[in-house]
């Protein structure tokens, strides 16, 4: 097979068996690789109504089809199950060199079913697998476990694993890889602790055959160096992720007290320019990347100076920062290090501590409730200490370790209004007020508060002129009309495609569609053309949306939490501004052939897509 290794592994931990299987050609031509191949699995594999943190659940690691080649950014696999966050269709994509180093091992995926006995990790070494005791890693986070088992089976072998906070079942739990990057979203660190998998340990030296391999290594030294004078280049490379900071701030969308307002009035102390005077950062790149957004950085002063790691992203300082209110650059950081080591997503767990800050604000939480425990909007301290008690699940960390929609539903007293999540999973640091379309990318993410799903935010916060839609589109992304409707569904599709070729999304900021689909060609040998491509992002988009509605997703849940529809922001060039989702929902669902009331894809849609046999399994009970 070209492209990808042909083969899976298949790991019951219930019985302690693993087999090899071959992954059917046509599968590769309908859903590529990573997220979408996953996905395929999941759906055949994960009957509805299952548990997500039972034996029945499958967890499901994919590397894309370019994975491991000299593609630029060709560094990423993904993580596919139902999350134990949403109760729905998930999907986390890290990069970093472990998706790569996966596939060289001799397998393009993993599929985890059953749950062991005992804590055990999974070593795979040129096409070998064996499942080995981690009792003595269990209760250890990140770091320590890579660095004990980078000791013991040898540096070639590359690590993902969990922390604590993915042993204790913390909702949003992430799995890591290369120590600090994460396939963070969705809660997949307790999946893979619920099945007590520890770690996997990959390495080998499997060769990716390609069909044009001249075609394709000139393709990809072309767009290498495009890249790599690209502005992208530039303003990532030198600043990291969080140089959108000010612009989001600008343009009235920096979520601020738990979004209560747009606009931080602090964010020269915590923004791209602060972070390079205050981290000493230095570039880090995942595999075959020209941008090198990321970098390594240290504290240099305060309590916890002297601590190093990786980041803080833009996420991070957005939920720490912003919707905390906590302008100290050096907690923020320190924040994220720990989500880090611990295994958590940063961007669900700062924005419910930032929804736990408004809990005590509004006296829905009070003092008496978690013996003493209080926590106010700023206090930089005491959200660096809620950290470790989420990871922990100690005294109120046990709260909000099931996170924001969850302790809504506990908390009751109007809470919800201000539980910024979409479908369960915490959403990220734009203010869909500000820039409106961005309210329709998170409304119908398949897997819930999503900004990378469609990535709009790419045209309308940080002003890039996207090159994967259409030049007529282009000025319907800075509108509120129904139009706008089709730039969300046609990026999405896109997305789901770039997720499943391993690839990175920003470098999509300067990519067009014709750079995927012929890439596809080169290295698959198969006629591939843009047309192909969207028709294969919206199977895919299509089967994860069959999978939620066979969970009972309905239009209901294709919504946003109330302060962003009601509450006007209150400063800012938007000031005023509220989600008006009714504009843009029906047009929406029109361009995706979905059904207007129940919100399911029609069978006419289906068909055209080469679902036939998700028809009768959404359409079964009617
Ligand atoms: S841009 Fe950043 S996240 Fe993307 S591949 Fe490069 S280093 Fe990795």
Not at 561 to 571: A, H, Q, S
């Amino acid at each position: 097979m070209y492209g990808l290794i042909g083969k899976i592994l298949r790991v019951n931990l219930t019985e302690g068996k693993i087999t090899e299987e071959e992954i059917p050609e046509e599968l590769v031509r309908k859903y590529l690789g990573g997220r979408g191949l996953a996905s395929r699995y999941l759906f055949n594999e994960v009957k509805p109504g299952v548990d997500p943190l039972a034996p029945e659940n499958k967890l499901i690691f994919m590397s894309g089809l370019l994975t491991g080649t000299q593609y630029p950014s060709a560094s990423r696999y993904s993580v596919v199950a139902k999350s134990p966050l949403t109760g729905l269709w998930g999907q986390a994509s890290s990069g970093g060199y472990w998706g790569v180093d996966l596939k060289k091992s001799g397998f393009d995926g993993i599929i985890f079913e059953g749950i062991s006995q005992t804590p055990v990790y999974l070593v795979i070494d040129n096409g070998k697998a064996e499942l080995r005791d981690a009792q003595e890693l269990w209760g250890k986070n990140v770091f320590e476990t890579t660095e004990i088992l980078k000791e013991k089976l040898g540096k070639k072998f590359n690590i993902a694993c969990i922390g604590q906070a993915g042993e204790r079942l913390v909702k949003y739990a992430s799995i890591m890889n290369d120590k600090h990057r994460a396939a963070g979203r969705c809660g997949f660190g307790a999946v893979m602790g619920s099945k007590n998998l520890k770690a996997i340990g990959v390495s080998g030296t499997e060769e990716i055959k390609i069909a044009d391999e001249e075609g394709f290594k000139n393709l990809s030294e072309k767009l290498f160096n495009l890249l790599d004078e690209s502005i992208l280049r530039f303003g990532m490379g030198e600043f990291g992720t969080n140089m959108v900071l000010d612009m989001v701030n600008i343009v009235g969308g920096f979520p601020t007290r738990n979004w209560q307002t747009g606009v931080c009035p602090f964010v020269d102390e915590i923004n791209g320019t602060a972070l390079k005077d205050k981290l000493s950062p230095s570039p880090k790149g995942c595999f075959a990347c020209p941008v090198k957004c990321g970098r390594m950085s240290e504290i240099r002063q305060g309590p916890y100076a002297g601590q190093k790691g990786e980041g803080p992203e833009y996420e991070s300082v957005g939920t720490f920062g912003g919707m905390c209110y906590v302008d100290n650059l050096e907690a923020i950081t320190y924040a994220h290090f720990l989500c880090n080591d611990y295994g958590l997503d940063t961007i669900s767990c700062g924005s419910t501590i930032a929804f736990t800050m408004e809990c005590f604000e509004k006296g829905i939480l009070t003092k008496e409730d978690y013996d003493g425990f209080e926590i106010n909007f700023g206090d930089a301290e005491k959200m660096v200490n809620l950290v470790h008690k989420i990871a922990k699940r100690e005294g109120i960390g046990d709260l909000l370790a099931e996170g924001t929609k969850r302790m809504a539903e506990k908390l009751g007293q109007g809470s919800e209004r201000f539980a910024m999540q979409v479908k369960g999973l915490e959403l990220p640091a734009y203010d869909s007020r500000a820039a409106k379309i961005t309210g329709l990318a998170f409304a119908t993410a398949n897997r819930g508060g999503c900004h990378i799903d469609a990535y709009v935010q790419g045209a309308t916060f940080i002003q890039v002129p996207y090159t994967l839609i259409e030049d007529s589109q282009i000025e319907d992304v800075h509108k509120e009309n129904p139009k706008e409707a089709k730039v969300v569904k046609d990026l999405q599709d896109v997305f789901a495609d770039v997720d499943s070729l391993g690839i990175c999304k920003f470098m999509c900021l300067a990519l067009r569609a014709e750079d995927l689909s012929e890439s596809i060609a080169q290295i698959t040998g198969l006629q591939f053309s843009v047309e192909d491509l969207r028709k294969t992002g919206e199977r895919i988009y299509n089967l994860e949306r069959a999978f939620n509605i066979r969970e009972g997703l309905t239009r209901a849940h294709d919504t946003l939490p109330k302060r962003l529809l009601e509450e006007p922001l209150p400063e800012g060039i938007a000031e005023g501004q509220v989600n008006n989702l009714k504009i843009l929902l029906d047009p929406y669902y029109e361009f995706r052939s979905w059904d207007k009331i129940t919100g399911k894809p029609t069978p006419e849609k289906l068909k055209e897509l080469g679902l036939e046999d998700v028809i009768e399994q959404i359409y079964a009970s009617e």
